[in-house]
């Protein structure tokens, strides 16, 4: 599953943290669209990527990060999907832990779009920020991941102003999305598809959705689509007052029942 149309033959794709997840399933979608695919990640994945090239690094050294980048002829397209978070309150954990999420989530996109900059002006390339819902709302438990994702968001609006018309830079704003890591998010399958059953459509994304979306905005058939954000979330979240509301439930409205003669309501 691709944009349809998306012919990326002869370009050559950077997917950061792409050998699990959301990230594979990233690279998976650059390869069926012809694609050179090249992954990266501290650690080698646990599965063959059909069709991908893994180079080890990590993402928080600067320097390790340019000499990757230096070690590629041409960068079309980088997309920062490298990120994440456990689950801490903010009371939970020191400031030092916080601000390690924000370095891997906002500090490191930077460092890479950074790197690659000269190459992706050279290919009149693209960037996909790979953002989050956590970003646009509160997010109880990944405070410090929400903060990030909510910089990165705003960091891809400025570096599509100051890096154009050479390089279009543009944000996914993803939802829920099922993964081989669900479980420590959502528990067991009855968890999942109860989570899933809060979303509009019904169901968690799938990787492969998302690989679409960000092949598209890599595509010409996004080539005046810059500074943008694109929403990925089925729909979004059922607003919890409308389930806690007395009235116009399945469309229809409640209405007192009037007793007496006085105009008394019940």
């Given at each position: 599953?691709?944009?349809?149309?998306?012919?990326?033959?002869?370009r050559t794709?950077?997917?950061?943290?792409?050998?699990?997840?959301?990230?594979?399933?990233?690279?998976?979608?650059?390869?069926?669209?012809?694609?050179?695919?090249?992954?990266?990640?501290?650690?080698?994945?646990?599965?063959?990527?059909?069709?991908?090239?893994?180079?080890?690094?990590?993402?928080?050294?600067?320097?390790?990060?340019?000499?990757?980048?230096?070690?590629?002829?041409?960068?079309?397209?980088?997309?920062?999907?490298a990120g994440?978070?456990?689950?801490?309150?903010?009371?939970?954990?020191?400031?030092?832990?916080?601000?390690?999420?924000?370095?891997?989530?906002?500090?490191?996109?930077?460092?890479?779009?950074?790197?690659?900059?000269?190459?992706?002006?050279?290919?009149?390339?693209?960037?996909?920020?790979?953002?989050?819902?956590?970003?646009?709302?509160?997010?109880?438990?990944?405070?410090?991941?929400?903060?990030?994702?909510?910089?990165?968001?705003?960091?891809?609006?400025?570096?599509?102003?100051?890096?154009?018309?050479?390089?279009?830079?543009?944000?996914?704003v993803l939802?829920?999305?099922?993964?081989?890591?669900?479980?420590?998010?959502?528990?067991?399958?009855?968890?999942?598809?109860?989570?899933?059953?809060?979303?509009?459509?019904?169901?968690?994304?799938?990787?492969?959705?998302?690989?679409?979306?960000?092949?598209?905005?890599?595509?010409?058939?996004?080539?005046?689509?810059?500074?943008?954000?694109?929403?990925?979330?089925?729909?979004?979240?059922?607003?919890?007052?409308?389930?806690?509301?007395?009235?116009?439930?399945?469309?229809?409205?409640?209405?007192?029942?009037?007793?007496?003669?006085?105009?008394?309501?019940?």
């Amino acid at each position: 599953m691709t944009a349809v149309g998306a012919d990326l033959s002869g370009r050559t794709a950077v997917v950061t943290g792409g050998t699990r997840g959301v990230g594979a399933g990233i690279a998976d979608a650059f390869v069926r669209a012809g694609a050179r695919v090249v992954v990266c990640a501290r650690r080698p994945p646990e599965r063959p990527l059909p069709g991908c090239e893994f180079l080890p690094v990590d993402l928080r050294d600067a320097t390790a990060v340019q000499d990757l980048f230096a070690r590629l002829d041409r960068v079309d397209v980088l997309v920062n999907n490298a990120g994440g978070t456990p689950y801490r309150l903010l009371g939970d954990s020191d400031a030092e832990r916080h601000a390690r999420v924000i370095e891997l989530n906002l500090t490191a996109p930077l460092t890479a779009s950074l790197a690659a900059r000269e190459q992706l002006a050279a290919a009149h390339g693209s960037i996909v920020m790979i953002g989050s819902v956590s970003g646009t709302r509160p997010s109880p438990g990944s405070a410090a991941y929400g903060a990030a994702k909510a910089g990165l968001e705003n960091l891809a609006r400025s570096m599509a102003v100051e890096w154009a018309p050479g390089i279009r830079v543009n944000t996914l704003v993803l939802g829920m999305v099922r993964t081989e890591l669900s479980a420590l998010h959502y528990g067991d399958e009855a968890g999942i598809a109860a989570v899933g059953a809060t979303v509009p459509l019904g169901r968690l994304a799938e990787p492969r959705e998302i690989g679409a979306a960000a092949v598209f905005l890599a595509s010409d058939a996004a080539s005046y689509i810059t500074g943008a954000s694109l929403l990925l979330h089925g729909g979004g979240e059922r607003p919890a007052f409308l389930d806690a509301a007395t009235v116009n439930k399945n469309g229809r409205r409640e209405r007192p029942t009037r007793t007496g003669g006085k105009g008394g309501v019940t």
